[in-house]
Each structure stands twice: as structure tokens, then as C-alpha cells.
């Protein structure tokens, strides 16, 4: 299974403001993930990612908002843009194996205040 | 239709007892149904995973049962221990690697 690293691991932020969290993969792989969890809640697909192509954003979720980079097969970055306390959440990348499943990364918790 | 409905919410159960979580679902295009833990301050660790041409998957002390009929899957943990105390979170998809995952059944395991 791949090793997925992320920062930050966690990180308090002023309302009106942009995080930038950044998914390291330890080896390369066709696609990534990136997830929300708000807090004790299930986990939302924001989009998928892959490399050399623009983001897929599921309902609800907007480039504008959450932008995101895939600029190599190991890595790729989710900006949370213009912060509410709403935002407020883990952000988890994942990536996929050869069988259908995926790996997660430990998580970026975000606080907005 | 793409919903996964996952009960109990949370789960009490005394050391060696078993632990049993359920999922349905509603979709019969899905044909992936993995389980996932979460400790606190961890991302999900993929635990066990069935596709639907088998009814039942064992590794170690967890199984997944699952009824295609009753568009339902189950996840047993034997001999349950204070290290299972966790989050666990079911989930499907359908050909893609788009998962839906159900809320989540927090479990604590008294010692």
C-alpha cells in the first residue's frame, strides 16, 4: 500500500484567508483523492485529481473554493480558499491501489476562526 | 440511491464480546464494499474489503458478512479488544474509485 504523507498536520487560521495543504505520495499513482470529515461526521468527496488533467469536483465543491494541483504523479495540493469557520474540518488526501481501494493520508485538521 | 445507511451510531462492547456493525445500501450497481478504522487524529486505515460474488470474508478476528439480496453488509469483530476502540466507517462504490462512505459507528471496547 502507498504511503501518503501530508502537511500540515494541522493549522489555525484567520477568517477570510487561504490554507494551501499539500498530499506527498511515496510512489507514483494515477489519481488522488481529496476528502473532508468535519468534525465526528463521515467523509465527502471534494475531488479527484489527476495528473496532467484539470480537477473533478463533486457536487457542492467549486475550483474556486477549493482549488487543487496534480503537477506530478507523487504529489498534489488543496487550497481551501477564503476561510469561514465553516471550513472547519480534517482534510484527508487518498490515492487509489491496483484493487479498488484506497490509501489515506493521516490528515490536515483546520481550524477557522 | 447512493446513500450507505451504517448502524448503530456507537457501539458498547465488553472485552472478548463481539462487535457487529451494519451497512445498506440501495444502489445494486455497487460492486466494491470496503471497511475502514479511524483512531482519533489518524486517517481511515483500510481494515477489509468484499466484493459481491463472495457472502463472507474473514481475516483474523474481523469478517464481512454480506446478503446481496438484502443489499446488506455487516462487519464482525471477534474477540473484541480496548485496541479495537476506534471509528469505523463502511463504504461502497461501483466500478469507479468514487466511494461513498457511511456516518461512522464509534466503538469503545471496555477492558
Known amino acids: 500500500s502507498a504511503v501518503i504523507s501530508q502537511k500540515p498536520s494541522r493549522d489555525i487560521c484567520q477568517r477570510g484567508t487561504s490554507l494551501t495543504i499539500q498530499c506527498q505520495v511515496d510512489?507514483?499513482?494515477?489519481?488522488m483523492f481529496w476528502y473532508r470529515q468535519q468534525p465526528g461526521q463521515s467523509l465527502t468527496l471534494i475531488a479527484t485529481a489527476n495528473q496532467g488533467s484539470e480537477a473533478t469536483y463533486e457536487s457542492g465543491f467549486v475550483i474556486d473554493k477549493f482549488p487543487i494541483s496534480r503537477p506530478n504523479l507523487t504529489f498534489s495540493t488543496l487550497t481551501v480558499s477564503n476561510m469561514s469557520p465553516e471550513d472547519s474540518s480534517i482534510y484527508l488526501c487518498s490515492t487509489n491501489g491496483a484493487y479498488n481501494e484506497q490509501f489515506f493520508g493521516p490528515g490536515t485538521r483546520l481550524t477557522v476562526l | 440511491q447512493q446513500q450507505v445507511k451504517q448502524s448503530p451510531q456507537s457501539l458498547i462492547v465488553q472485552k472478548g464480546g463481539i462487535s457487529i456493525i451494519n451497512c445498506a445500501y440501495e444502489n445494486t450497481a455497487f460492486d466494491y464494499f470496503p471497511w475502514y478504522q479511524q483512531f482519533p487524529g489518524k486517517g481511515p486505515a483500510l481494515l477489509i474489503a468484499i466484493r459481491p460474488d463472495v457472502s463472507e470474508k474473514k481475516e483474523g478476528r474481523f469478517t464481512i458478512s454480506f446478503n446481496k439480496s438484502a443489499k446488506q453488509f455487516s462487519l464482525h469483530i471477534m474477540d473484541s479488544q480496548p485496541g479495537d476502540s476506534a471509528t469505523y466507517f463502511c463504504?461502497?462504490?461501483?466500478?469507479?474509485?468514487?466511494?461513498?462512505f457511511g456516518t461512522g459507528t464509534r466503538l469503545k471496547v471496555l477492558a
Open positions: 510512489s507514483q499513482v494515477t489519481m
Open positions: 463504504a461502497a462504490s461501483s466500478g469507479t474509485y468514487k466511494y461513498i
